[in-house]
């Protein structure tokens, strides 16, 4: 069955930097791009970017460009998220979230708190 | 660029049918496919409609999408409402101008 199955949670510093990873199973991982998709307490969801499962293709949200970064590892099936310049705004819950025809499989979150 | 809008909150009776609205901000609502998705509180979301109106497997028929060209809006209709359907829903759609995907603002709906 198609998992993902993400990273633990993380506490960080204000202008720290955080890493998520995300590793894939049960389906040909070179076949779907994988998304990142975050969601602040009490908020609703807000899409960060896609990484082609190659890693040779990114799309990152404007407002993130310069602080996102996103990478993969074939051999491994993992996706990895960076996010550099932390600030209290970027607590929320992170997920992944493959692509088919909609983001079909998600993880199951990584809480990022942003706190000094 | 576009924004989804959403109504904040609806409440509606077991049995009954309700109508969550998602209305484009800019750009026609045919331009891209729009997907819903449900959200139950500490979990992740899962997909009920995609592509305007299809269900993935496992999702009942009860729940239905469409767009209105002409209030530049997608709907999703959920019938013969269950306790279960309470949570939040968010509407989504892909932007073409940057390859980006938006997502509406959600809306909390009610079963009681």
């Known amino acids: 069955q198609v998992q993902l199955v993400q990273s633990g949670a993380e506490v960080k510093k204000p202008g720290a930097s955080v890493k998520v990873s995300c590793t894939a199973s049960?389906?040909?991982?070179?076949?779907?791009?994988i998304h990142w998709v975050r969601q602040a307490p009490g908020q609703g969801p807000e899409w960060m970017g896609f990484?082609?499962?190659?890693?040779?293709?990114?799309v990152s949200a404007q407002e993130l460009q310069g602080r996102v970064t996103m990478t993969t590892d074939t051999s491994t099936n993992t996706v990895f998220m960076g996010l550099t310049s932390l600030r209290s705004e970027d607590t929320a819950m992170y997920y992944c979230?493959?692509?088919?025809?909609?983001?079909?499989?998600w993880g199951q979150g990584t809480l990022v708190t942003v706190s000094s | 660029n576009f924004k989804l809008t959403q109504p904040h909150s609806v409440s509606e009776s077991p049995g009954k049918t309700v109508t969550l609205s998602c209305t484009r901000s800019?750009?026609?609502?045919?331009?891209?496919?729009v997907q819903w998705y449900q959200q139950r509180p500490g979990t992740s979301p899962t997909t009920v409609i995609y592509?305007?109106?299809?269900?993935p497997s496992g999702v009942p028929d009860r729940f239905s999408g469409s767009i209105d060209i002409s209030s530049n809006s997608a709907s999703l209709t959920i019938s013969g409402l269950k306790t279960e359907d309470e949570a939040d829903y968010y509407c989504?759609?892909?932007?073409?101008?940057?390859?980006?995907?938006?997502f509406g603002g959600g809306t909390k709906l009610t079963v009681l």
């Open positions: 990484i082609s499962p190659s890693g040779g293709y990114t």
């Open positions: 800019s750009g026609s609502i045919a331009t891209s496919y």
């Open positions: 989504l759609s892909y932007d073409s101008s940057n390859q980006g995907r938006v």
């Open positions: 592509e305007n109106n299809q269900r």
């Open positions: 049960g389906y040909t991982f070179s076949n779907y791009p």
């Open positions: 979230a493959r692509e088919g025809r909609n983001f079909d499989f």
